[in-house]
């Protein structure tokens, strides 16, 4: 398994600002995913972070509204830029484990209010 | 693209009572299928992952069942407690990424 963690926990913002969550995970993992959860809605996936490359972005997301950086096997972080309302969401880390049989874990998420 | 549904939106039982939560997903080439537990706000936790190549899974109180050819799965949990109140969701993994379906809440009255 794998343990992670994520910066910030919450917070509230005002728009036309960004936030950048951080996401730290126990070992070295090659993929890590950004998902986002608008409220009542289930998880979509934002984007693929793997170490040494650029990030690939799901239909609908792009770069510059949600830049990625991986510097590292166990480290990545996620902007919202420009922040609205809209972006109102739960934000969350996940990593693929190193079995065999690619068992997801996730962070606890980052609840961002945008006011 | 591969829709995944999950049938009831929301359960509520007395406890001691057994759970029985639906998954369906529409492309079987799917890799392996996975229940995860979400208390309100937070993170999600995985239960069971079942491999493509598997018919079932079992933790506990948990059992989790696969059919690839009709695109289904079930979760049942046996003997519900209070504190198994949350949000399940089921998730597909295709070639790289997971698809969520919307998720089944469940409520156990004490």
């Known amino acids: 398994s794998a343990v992670i963690s994520q910066k910030p926990s919450r917070d509230i913002c005002q728009r036309g600002t960004s936030l950048t969550i951080q996401c730290q995970v126990d070992s070295q993992v090659t993929m890590m995913f950004w998902y986002r959860q608008q409220p009542g809605q289930s998880l979509t996936l934002i984007a693929t972070a793997n170490q040494g490359s650029e990030a690939t972005y799901e239909s609908g997301f792009v770069i510059d509204k949600f830049p990625i950086s991986r510097p590292n096997l166990t480290f990545s972080t996620l902007t919202v830029s420009n922040m609205s309302p809209e972006d109102s969401s739960i934000y969350l880390c996940?990593?693929?484990?190193?079995?065999?049989?690619?068992?997801?874990?996730f962070g606890p998420g980052t609840r961002l209010t945008v006011t | 693209k591969q829709e995944v549904t999950q049938i009831p939106a929301a359960l509520s039982v007395p406890e001691g009572e057994n759970l029985v939560l639906n998954c369906s997903f529409t492309?079987?080439?799917?890799?392996?299928l996975q229940w995860f537990r979400q208390d309100p706000g937070k993170g999600l936790t995985s239960l069971l992952l079942?491999?493509?190549?598997?018919r079932e899974q079992t933790s506990g109180r948990l059992n989790a069942s696969l059919d690839k050819s009709s695109g289904r799965s079930t979760l049942y949990i046996a003997a519900s407690q209070p504190g198994d109140s949350a949000t399940y969701l089921c998730?597909?993994?295709?070639?790289?990424?997971?698809?969520f379906g919307a998720g089944t809440t469940v409520t156990v009255r004490a």
């Open positions: 996940s990593v693929e484990g190193t079995g065999a049989n690619y068992e997801q874990y």
């Open positions: 998730a597909v993994r295709g070639d790289y990424k997971l698809s």
């Open positions: 492309d079987s080439a799917i890799y392996n």
């Open positions: 079942i491999q493509s190549s598997q």
